[in-house]
């Protein structure tokens, strides 16, 4: 098994918080309908030197589905302005514990930057173990991002139709079960309840210690996976809501040594949404 890795642990963070080419990123989100607010609560309490990730300000801005992946070049203003250059060790968290931090994590590496980490357990962890915080905006940094898109690990809805009808490929959704299997309502209206046929379901929630947040041991990872009929060695896209936590299930499948997973962006917003794609409901097919 690969002993790679996409986390640190809060010890290794405490450790270099005062590394000039340290970057830490909130990248705290809610889905719609939850009553709470990202910014305002990182205003109130963050890690020490971090700064704000909005994955709602930070995509494309052209397109009408959720936080799609923007283009190279805006990505790499966005993130110039947040001071981070490509010289810069990126740290991603979120106050769920592991949720919206995977999402920045995969979009430096789409956009070919792997010194990017996330924070094993987030700032529930951090909090847990009574470390500081601080609050108000942050500082301003410096740094200049130059990106290297790496087309591969992004799938539009063409891909997955093609997919569809290429059977080595699997697609595996993040949402819970009753999302998955279309008895539970989506949390954004107007979409359709089920899944993309074939996919199999691992709920992005079923990879973390639900206790604690913290990511589960690679050899539990792999037991998730393949409980549901995942098979590790051939071609994966994740799919989820609306692209942020299928990135939980590519950062498992990282530790797996999986390297190449592709996240399908728009996932159910998009094909939810779009008339006439193929939807499947209730269990994940039989094998």
């Known amino acids: 098994m690969s002993t790679r890795t996409a986390f640190v642990s809060t010890d290794w963070l405490a450790e270099r918080l005062s590394d000039p080419h340290l970057r830490v990123l909130d990248a705290t989100y809610f889905l719609p309908g939850v009553p709470r607010n990202a910014e305002t609560e990182f205003l109130e309490r963050h890690i020490p030197g971090a700064q704000f990730f909005d994955i709602d300000a930070y995509k494309d801005l ?72 601080e609050s108000g905006p942050a500082a301003p940094r410096q740094g200049r991002f130059h990106p290297r898109f790496r087309p591969e690990l992004v ?23 009753g999302r998955f299997m279309g008895t539970e309502p989506e949390p954004r209206a107007g979409l359709s309840g089920g899944h993309i046929p074939g996919a ?44 942020v936590s299928a990135c939980v299930l ?27 794609l193929p939807i499947a409901t209730g269990e994940a097919a039989a094998l």
Request: with cysteine; net charge negative.
């Open 155 to 177: 799938s539009d809805r063409d891909a997955v139709l093609t997919a569809l009808d290429t059977p080595a490929v699997q697609i595996i959704d993040a949402r819970g079960p």
């Open 200 to 243: 199999r379901n691992v709920p992005f929630g079923a990879l973390l210690d639900p206790a604690t947040g913290l990511i589960l041991p690679k050899s539990e990872i792999e037991a998730r996976f393949t409980g549901a009929g995942v098979d590790l060695k051939r071609p994966i896209i994740t799919s989820c809501g609306s692209g």
């Open 62 to 133: 052209e397109s009408d589905l959720p936080h799609m992946l923007p283009d190279p070049d805006s990505f790499a203003e966005d993130m110039s302005t947040l001071g981070i250059g490509n010289d810069c060790t990126i740290v991603c968290y979120d106050s769920h514990g592991l949720m919206s931090a995977a999402r920045p994590w995969w979009m430096f590496r789409t956009f070919g930057h792997d010194k990017v980490f996330v924070l094993n357990g987030g700032l529930k962890q951090w909090l847990a173990e009574g470390r500081p915080t």
């Open 250 to 276: 590519a950062i498992g499948l990282y530790e797996l040594g999986r390297t190449d997973v592709s996240v399908y962006d728009g996932s159910w917003s998009e094909w939810g949404s779009y008339p006439g």
